[in-house]
């Protein structure tokens, strides 16, 4: 997370190039060790229970650890010394960019410094940038009038992570009436309350959310792939769904649409989010009220 939202900033300002920041992450790839390889390197858990508990990661909104503490494979103890073997997101930057010799550790402290005043981060805001995990880092950037559009949209970036990619890199959802992009795939829920969550964009984004979720390569957006792309955001909100009922909202979800070159249109406002995964956009559109008119 830490690496593509400061990593993107430096590009921004010139400061760093693309193919610097390309470095970087390539740098975060080969350093980065997943928690349950983990578990499995310090021969705390089997690769049956690794796999058990990654395939009921799609079912619950839960992290890794907590559902391999519920299950019984690790106790909280051990839970918290293998998250302290895995890199922090800051550190691991600092490391790369000296590695690298992209930049020093003064170079380093002096440009987010700039970041932090630039976009008015508190210094406990800054923390959670540098060392949050992206449920953390969502919580203070995605924010709308609408608590339900935001608890969707960070639902919409924990699964990304978790199904997706875990290079990931958002900004502030902005309102709008309109939408247009050449391609779209999103599903409605209707009942005590309306929702609507859509991904859209170019082909390669939306055709990368499907190879990924569908673990086959697939060299077409077409109705296969689109399907895919259908069945992430069914499981997205699914897990909404599953919210709304415990608060005794009743909510019916419609089957999935999926259209090129579209333009959607909310009665009530609707929120855009731009996300890039692996540095490609896809804007994630969401919205909750009256129904939305797609042409």
Not at 87 to 104: C, R
């Amino acid at each position: 997370m830490f690496f593509r939202i400061f990593g993107n900033y430096l590009v921004e300002e010139e400061i760093i190039t693309e193919v610097q920041l390309d470095a970087l992450m390539e740098y975060k790839r080969k350093n980065h060790v997943r928690l349950g390889m983990i578990a499995m390197e310090e021969n705390k858990m089997t690769p049956a229970q690794v796999k058990e508990v990654s395939r009921l990661q799609a079912l619950v909104d839960k992290m890794f650890g907590e559902i391999a503490v519920e299950k019984g494979y690790l106790k909280k103890e051990e839970l918290a010394d293998l998250i302290i073997q895995q890199s922090a997101p800051y550190l691991l930057f600092v490391q790369g960019a000296l590695d690298t010799k992209i930049m020093d550790k003064e170079e380093i402290a002096a440009h987010l410094q700039t970041y932090q005043d630039k976009y008015g981060w508190t210094n406990e805001q800054m923390r959670i940038i540098k060392f949050g995990s992206v449920d953390d880092v969502s919580a203070i950037i995605v924010e709308t009038e609408d608590e339900w559009i935001s608890d969707l949209f960070r639902l919409v970036l924990r699964n990304l992570n978790r199904f997706i990619t875990n290079d990931l890199y958002f900004e502030a959802p902005k309102r709008m009436k309109t939408f247009s992009a050449p391609h779209f795939s999103g599903q409605e829920m209707v009942g005590d309350k309306n929702f609507m969550l859509s991904f859209a964009g170019e082909e390669r984004s939306l055709l990368f959310i499907a190879e990924n979720y569908a673990g086959e390569k697939k060299p077409l957006l077409n109705a296969d792939s689109y399907d895919s792309v259908c069945e992430f955001i069914n499981c997205i909100n699914g897990l909404l769904a599953r919210r709304l009922d415990e608060e005794d909202i009743d909510v019916e979800m419609l089957p999935p649409k999926y259209k090129d070159d579209f333009t959607l249109y909310a009665s009530d406002d609707m929120y855009v989010m731009p996300v890039r995964i692996e540095n490609m956009l896809v804007m994630v559109l969401a919205s909750s009220g009256q129904r939305c008119v797609l042409i």
